[in-house]
Structure formats: C-alpha cells, structure tokens
C-alpha cells in the first residue's frame, strides 16, 4: 500500500511562489509515475503535471507551463511541485498523485493513490 503526504500549501500574493512536496511512503517513486492534480470550487479535478518513472519526462497543462516544475528527489521519496509567478486562478485544492502504466492520463483514472491534498490560495 502506498500512502502520500502533501504538504507546502498555504495562502500568498499573486507572482509568490511555493513549492508543495509530496512525500510516498509504502513503495519508492522511481518505480510509479507521479502527477499533480487541482481542484477548484466548483470545477472538475485538473491535471498539472506529471514525472514519467524513468525520471526523464516530464508534463504539464498549458495553463502552468513556464511557471511550474515538477520534480523528485529519489533519496527522500519525495515528488516536488515548485510553482512560481503563482496567479488567483491557481487558487485550489492541490493533490498528489502516483501510479504504474498511468504516463499520459491526464484525467487521473488510472492513479491509484492519491494524497489528502493541500490548499493553496492565490490573492490579487
């Protein structure tokens, strides 16, 4: 079994940034594909961004690109989300996710553990 942790969020000014970690506990990330996801109040779960198993590919919605970087520091178990020039719209409930044979869903079907999630909250 695996379980996620989230934690990094909080409240910051429009162009702040923070870095949201994700830290996997049960089985190591270099095995399973990691990804972030948001939900806004009253939208449907948004795919942000994900790392490939290998370790060498990475993907993000067009709405992030440029401004957010995922990553994994392997010694830790542990999946990063550093977002800068951060925007109101970014304004959600972040959650961490992992899974095998999961590269390419951006919809989070195939994700198989999940975090608890973590709020950001982005003010003008």
């Known amino acids: 079994q695996v379980q996620l942790v989230e934690s990094g969020g909080g409240l910051v000014q429009a162009g702040d940034s923070l870095r949201l970690s994700c830290a996997a506990s049960?089985?190591?990330?270099?095995?399973?594909?990691g990804a972030w996801f948001r939900q806004a109040p009253g939208k449907e779960r948004e795919f942000v961004a994900a790392l490939i198993w290998t370790g060498d590919s990475t993907a993000y919605a067009d709405s992030v690109k440029g401004r957010f970087t995922i990553s994994r520091d392997d010694a830790k178990n542990t999946v990063y989300l550093q977002m800068n020039s951060l925007k109101p719209e970014d304004t959600a409930v972040y959650y961490c996710?992992?899974?095998?044979?999961?590269?390419?869903?951006?919809?989070?079907?195939?994700?198989?553990?999940w975090g608890q999630g973590t709020q950001v909250t982005v003010s003008s």
């Open positions: 996710a992992a899974g095998q044979y999961t590269w390419g869903d951006r919809k989070g079907g195939r994700y198989g553990y």
């Open positions: 049960g089985r190591t990330f270099s095995s399973l594909t």
